[in-house]
């Protein structure tokens, strides 16, 4: 209908220019107001012509848009051909306007004309729908060139975001501009759409809602409040938890693993990590594949820790057949530059060098030393405390001369830069081969090579090691390198173990190893607080030769291996190392979760809500079955409601569509609440007339602004229009007896002795739970020493009428009504003052009749929604004496 009004506009253009043409050829001469007026049409229409033809291409846009839920045609590039309408549209109206003027020597001519709607910028939140041409027209016979106009035809759309939402009912803001960024300010309901994106999984759909209203605030920007059908959170929380209480127990699994590629045979160094939001795995020091596991459960229990088989023997297919080296534990999350460090001290020869041995005295007697050098290239970040391996060899490539040592090496020391000592533990010392030293290093830089020095020959020299120095941070360290069933810990929580089996001191990628036949053959620790990961992050290294068959084979693992056991474990399946984790989440830790959800979505926490929906989504997608799909659809459509995404589809007054589409951000609550409806009774008095209290009723109302719950409203009471010192803050209280929701009906009664002779004035204001104070709205209260006549402007009604061809003519009235204050009664032969504004503009006066009333009328032409406003800002006559109240009001015409 939009879209032939504003074709039947350009049609009286065509039809008045026609009439002037054909009344005006004689001399080929139009007086100077004709020829404005032929510019003026051929301007104007021109303008229409494009606006109807990007009326045309949205109106198709979103006709093919809504058939396939806005998933497709939501810009113009996937409209192929459409916007030729648009340009068929203006070359009909260059056609038709070119024959209408054919005495004016008209030369018209559109330049590039171009049509674009774009509705699917989500990042932004924006839709627009825009048509840009350049106009050049000539008028040759009346020696006219050269006018030229840029014209652009513009709708946008923004979604500024959210109000409130239960998940049914919803409040969100959006803005509508035109071109040059003029806000539209005649949208109204049923020039609106809303949609409700569900997410599940991950497909989406759009469902259509009701709008229960819409609010113009101001600048082009509308609250729209809908409603969809779906339940809201609270119920939906509540029946989650029951589809939960329904999934047979057998079906839940709370597995989270990590794999790496397909791996060779050859030793290898694994490295696990659980930090604070991922599992992450790293094969030779590089990280080969993580997960996001933030929020997943404790790792906590009391089992023991082993290597090569689950702590149920007899799953014989579990047993590793390898060899592992070298195992460390800290309940710390090591970064990927501490990881890759540990891998190039071990693997890569270049890492250190050990120089030239050189006669010096250390502390008067340690006569030899080398330097030591850690080469930057293999440093990737500045790491604190690291303990590396030294290994001193007698056999070219020869780095030590044993005959100057002690034979078992007593005498050893290193010391950094500064000549400080540094800590070491021995490993291995063999004068005839190679030994093993770890030393503990204050630092290592990436941009600078790491120098220290060792020495030795002092023959007087006792042993001075302190492992559990070098190793401190960690809860557990096993070198392996033991020949008996013991394994010893070189920390100082002594997290010893003992080696099932017959292959202990095996040869290993460090020093001896334990090797394991794939049959009955495996390590143990029992279990200790120090090794308990919890809920917490650690980091486990392990070098592992590695032989792989395609069977499952445990390497370490901790914790209960039943398919319910809380446990982590690093295992090879087939060719690929596995890293994973059990919280063993049972069906009764989800219904903890989801009452934990429940809480924080009552408390205001939807964001919190939202993630942890997501967790137990996580939790139960693993590897559950049964009646889970239905829980998890659930979460997904209570995840949709907590943070909604919308598409809102309107039209302007020119026909002209536009689409918005993106997510709700919960806007700012900054805004406090409105006082409405606010009235005091009586509002003017005889300080001796015979009553007690003036009632003083009025509405807080925060559901367009932040949507918080009422916490107080206050009243002054002043004898100033203009400042509130040295009043008092006075409390109304609610109509219900709570002030509990975002709406509340108050009141006060005020004593009649609180008020002072002359004017007086009620001050009120109300603020919410987010601590926000909303304006103040003022209230004249009148008290008479003795009676007089006082002019009070009782009433003020609008009204409007259409008339003429179209019912393009318009007249609003505006009647006022003028009393005597004191008994109410009609006042004639008034003086009554007033302003049109809005649409309307001037200022009118009159005389009231012997009804008290006097209208006024104001006439106007055009087509679309308007808004006028009529403001009575002065009354008068001889012996009466005005309130000085000033009344206003507003009528939207046609409605």
Request: net charge negative.
């Amino acid at each position: 209908m939009l879209i032939v009004s504003v074709l039947g506009i350009v049609v009286i253009l065509l039809t008045v220019s026609s009439l002037l043409i054909a009344t005006s050829l004689s001399g080929l001469n139009l007086p100077k107001t004709s020829f404005r007026e032929t510019i003026t049409q051929v301007d104007f229409g021109s303008r229409a012509a494009v606006a109807i033809g990007l009326a045309e291409v949205s109106k198709e846009m979103d006709h093919k848009a809504s058939a396939k839920l806005y998933q497709k045609y939501t810009t113009i590039g996937e409209l192929t051909g459409e916007e030729n309408k648009g340009l068929e549209l203006v070359s009909t109206w260059h056609k038709n306007t070119m024959q209408n003027y054919p005495a004016t020597g008209l030369n018209l001519s559109f330049s590039q004309p171009m049509f674009d709607c774009n509705w699917n910028d989500s990042s932004r939140r924006l839709g627009y729908s825009l048509a840009r041409t350049n106009v050049t027209f000539d008028l040759l016979n009346y020696g006219f060139q050269g006018f030229k106009d840029e014209i652009v035809i513009q709708f946008n759309s923004t979604l500024e975001g959210l109000i409130q939402t239960d998940g049914k009912d919803t409040s969100f803001k959006v803005s509508f501009l035109r071109e040059k960024g003029y806000p539209v300010d005649d949208m109204v309901k049923s020039l609106i759409s809303v949609f409700f994106e569900k997410r599940i999984g991950d497909n989406k759909t759009l469902s259509k809602t009701e709008i229960k209203n819409v609010r113009n605030v101001g600048d082009g920007s509308y609250i729209i409040y809908y409603t969809s059908e779906i339940n809201n959170i609270t119920q939906n929380l509540n029946l989650l938890r029951e589809n939960i209480t329904n999934i047979p127990p057998e079906t839940l699994s709370s597995l989270m693993l990590v794999k790496s590629n397909p791996i060779t045979k050859g030793w290898c160094l694994i490295t696990g990590v659980r930090d604070g939001n991922y599992l992450r795995l790293y094969i030779n020091g590089t990280e080969a594949a993580f997960l996001d596991i933030t929020g997943y459960g404790s790792l906590n229990q009391e089992n023991q820790l082993f290597a090569a088989v689950h702590n149920n023997a007899s799953k014989l297919s579990y047993f590793f057949n390898g060899t592992i080296d070298e195992i460390r534990i800290i309940n710390l999350s090591l970064s990927k530059e501490w990881i890759k460090s540990v891998y190039n001290n071990v693997a890569n020869n270049g890492f250190i060098s050990i120089g030239n041995e050189a006669i010096q005295m250390w502390n008067g007697s340690w006569p030899y030393n080398r330097s030591i050098t850690i080469h930057k290239e293999y440093i990737e970040s500045d790491l604190q405390n690291s303990s590396l391996l030294i290994v001193l060899k007698s056999s070219p490539p020869q780095n030590f001369n044993y005959s100057h040592a002690k034979p078992t090496g007593t005498d050893i020391r290193f010391t950094d830069i500064n000549n400080d000592p540094l800590d070491y533990e021995i490993e291995k010392w063999n004068s005839n081969g190679n030994s093993f030293i770890w030393v503990k290093v204050p630092h290592l830089s990436p941009s600078s090579d790491t120098i220290l020095c060792m020495h030795y020959g002092n023959p007087s020299a006792t042993d001075s090691q302190r492992p559990s120095i070098v190793w401190g941070g960690y809860s557990m360290v096993q070198h392996l390198n033991e020949s008996t069933g013991s394994l010893l810990d070189s920390t100082s929580y002594n997290n010893d173990g003992l080696y099932s089996g017959s292959h202990q001191n095996a040869t290993g990628m460090i020093d001896g190893a334990d090797s394991f036949n794939g049959i009955n053959e495996y390590s143990s620790w029992p279990h200790q607080s120090s090794l308990n990961p919890g809920n917490g992050s650690f980091t486990a290294f392990f070098w592992a030769y590695l032989q792989p068959d395609g069977s499952n084979q445990t390497l370490l693992m901790k914790g209960d291996s039943s398919p319910k056991g809380i446990r982590y474990e690093f295992s090879l399946s087939g060719s690929q190392v596995v890293f994973k984790i059990d919280d063993n989440m049972t069906k009764a830790n989800l219904l903890d979760m989801v009452d934990d959800i429940k809480a924080l979505y009552q408390a205001g926490n939807r964001s919190e809500a939202y993630y942890q929906l997501g967790y137990l989504r996580d939790k139960l997608e693993s590897e559950s079955t049964g009646g889970v799909t239905d829980v998890l659809h659930l979460i997904d459509i209570i995840r949709s409601q907590l943070e909604p995404w919308v598409r809102v589809v309107a039209r302007d007054f020119r026909g002209i569509t536009v689409s918005v589409y993106g997510s709700l951000e919960t806007l700012d609550d900054n805004g406090g609440p409105d006082i409405t409806g606010a009235e005091a009774d009586p509002t003017e008095f005889l300080m001796s007339a015979g009553f007690e209290n003036v009632t003083l009723t009025a509405t807080a109302d925060d559901r367009w602004h932040g949507n918080s719950s009422i916490s107080r409203v206050e009243y002054y009471i002043s004898n100033s229009s203009t400042s509130l010192q040295g009043a008092t803050s006075r409390y109304m209280t609610p109509s219900d007896g709570k002030l509990d929701s975002s709406l509340e009906s108050v009141k006060a009664n005020i004593s009649k002795a609180d008020f002072q002779i002359g004017d007086n004035y009620l001050w009120i204001h109300a603020n919410d739970t987010e601590k926000n104070w909303g304006p103040f709205v003022k209230l004249k209260i009148k008290v008479l020493a003795t009676e007089t006549n006082t002019l009070h402007i009782s009433s003020l009604t609008m009204r409007g009428e259409s008339y003429g061809f179209l019912g393009l003519g318009k007249r609003i009235f505006a009647t006022v009504k003028i009393v005597k204050n004191e008994t109410g009664s009609p006042v004639d032969g008034a003086y009554v003052h007033g302003v049109w504004s809005g649409t309307a503009h001037g200022s009118v006066h009159g005389t009231t009749l012997q009804d008290g009333t006097y209208t006024f009328i104001y006439e106007t032409w055009g087509q679309g929604h308007k808004t006028y406003t009529f403001t009575v800002d002065l009354v008068s006559k001889n012996g009466y004496e005005w309130d000085h109240i000033i009344v206003s009001k507003s009528l939207r015409y046609p409605p």
